[in-house]
């Protein structure tokens, strides 16, 4: 008889791929599933799963807290693979080596970024490959602005590198420069399509919000995806819909029945968070979404930005804070209803769109553990997949629960995985496939986080592995676990 290195016993194994949901003995050796069983498994270590869940672990499509501490905020929401794919790095080898000297608990990956590369040509940037890069400087005109064709061929010949050097497809953070030429956007695409590898955009400007904007920020989206060929991804389509998301939507059903390939995903929040020298924060430009300079409220700060002239100084002198954008109110059913259609379209991804914890008191030893109380973050950095299982499938009953799950490990998995080989192992729960595994009580799982407390983490996921090691056990964290590993193209 086989003996595994660790034996997941006697939970209800659910497969999303296989459509398996059944109690089953799940067998791990070498940082790989080895076998799915019926019948009793023997192991060197034996966890008893009864009454709990074992699911692929779940893959975030869309993840800024890419350091050790948002990794382990993550896995306590049931996270074993975090990627940086809308805003990218720049450039992507020198992100994916920060990240594999220092360790990491999650596995990682990165898109190349197209706003960083453009920021390096218009501004003359030296980039380091960390999302600071961008947000130093998000507010300055000067990179956001259309550029001639000799430029644009440069930005994409940047692009190209960087894809050869294992980025998992083409961030485009193009609602940050809503005034750039469309025809920019199209090469990028193209040479997306030419790769064979996904963009991942931040649309712009929708027009029922800008009837200026160059193009429709959703038509632009599905028009690349019919015009290249190319696989076009589109970011946190709740966010940047808002009360116009049955209309975005139906522009993308459309496309996909046409033949071409555009990819949603959202998360169950109604706040944003973003940098606030963002173009689209402007006090002038707040009425297009419905806002008011009392909607922004700064990451760490107490209250919410009261008027337009302070909402200016802010912008002025720290574009790069993080401030909350309060969106919807996702405590009302009816606003909370235009996140769900989103989260609940055909083969949406949930995603979070973590952002990077900030200390209040300055830098913190990055190893230490548990978080100090003056650590904040978007809530939905802890407890976005906690919330889906609890709102989505427990409350409202929206979605059953093989397929939140589906939707949170391999819907992810093969939006990036046409392209990446490695994320076909991922996802699933079958024989050969990597033992990264959430395991979580399905009545009970839920999210903790809110806007005032922010860093509370996820209950209810009882053990995630990360190729076949315990990263959270007993719903603890192991702070000396770092078993991530890198997810190349």
């Not at 003359?124 to 960390?130: A, E, V, Y």
């Not at 707040?286 to 209250?303: D, F, K, N, Q, W």
């Not at 989260?343 to 949406?348: I, K």
Request: net charge negative.
């Amino acid at each position: 008889m086989t003996t595994y290195d660790l034996v997941l016993t006697r939970g209800r194994v659910i497969d999303p791929e296989t459509g398996l949901d059944a109690v089953r003995d799940v067998g791990v050796s070498g940082g790989v599933i080895q076998a799915v069983s019926d019948q009793p498994l023997d192991g060197v270590t034996t966890v008893d799963a009864t009454g709990l869940v074992v699911s692929p672990g779940f893959i975030d499509l869309h993840s800024h807290s890419m350091d050790v501490a948002g990794h382990r905020l993550q896995a306590l929401d049931g996270v074993t693979t975090v990627l940086e794919l809308e805003a990218g790095a720049y450039p992507v080898a020198a992100a994916y080596r920060r990240a594999e000297i220092e360790g990491r608990p999650l596995n990682y990956g990165f898109a190349t970024s197209w706003a960083v590369a453009r920021m390096s040509v218009l501004l003359g940037l030296d980039t380091s490959g960390d999302l600071d890069d961008f947000l130093a400087h998000i507010g300055r005109e000067e990179w956001q602005r259309a550029a001639p064709r000799n430029v644009v061929d440069r930005i994409v010949g940047m692009l190209e590198r960087d894809l050869g050097d294992g980025a998992l497809g083409i961030g485009i953070l193009i609602g940050y420069a809503p005034r750039v030429d469309p025809s920019e956007y199209l090469a990028v695409a193209a040479l997306a399509a030419r790769v064979g590898l996904p963009t991942y955009t931040h649309a712009r400007e929708l027009v029922e919000m800008d009837p200026t904007t160059p193009v429709d920020g959703a038509e632009e989206v599905v028009r690349a995806a019919a015009e290249t060929g190319a696989h076009m991804h589109y970011c946190h389509v709740n966010s940047t819909s808002i009360r116009h998301v049955d209309r975005v939507l139906g522009l993308v059903e459309k496309v996909r029945a046409e033949g071409s390939r555009v990819t949603t995903e959202a998360y169950p929040y109604g706040a944003g968070m973003t940098g606030v020298g963002a173009a689209f924060l402007a006090p002038e430009l707040l009425h297009r979404r419905g806002l008011t300079p009392h909607s922004i409220g700064l990451l760490g700060a107490e209250g919410r930005v009261p008027d337009a002239d302070t909402l200016r100084r802010i912008r002025e002198s720290e574009p790069g804070s993080a401030a909350f954008v309060h969106l919807l109110d996702e405590d009302d059913p009816a606003q909370f209803d235009y996140i769900q259609r989103a989260l609940t379209f055909t083969d949406a991804a949930v995603a979070t769109d973590a952002v990077p914890l900030l200390w209040r008191s300055g830098a913190p030893d990055p190893l230490s553990w548990p978080l100090g109380p003056d650590a904040v973050t978007h809530p939905r950095t802890a407890g976005t997949y906690g919330r889906t299982l609890r709102r989505l499938v427990r409350e409202n009953g929206v979605l059953s629960l093989p397929e939140a799950v589906r939707r949170c490990t391999l819907v992810p998995a093969d939006v990036v995985g046409s392209g990446v080989p490695a994320m076909r192992r991922k996802g699933r729960v079958q024989a050969g496939c990597d033992a990264d595994l959430t395991v979580f009580a399905p009545e009970t799982v839920s999210d903790r986080a809110t806007y005032t407390e922010t860093v509370r983490h996820s209950s209810g996921f009882v053990h995630v592995l990360v190729g076949g090691q315990f990263v959270v056990r007993d719903e603890h964290l192991v702070p000396t676990a770092l078993p991530g590993r890198v997810v190349r193209a």
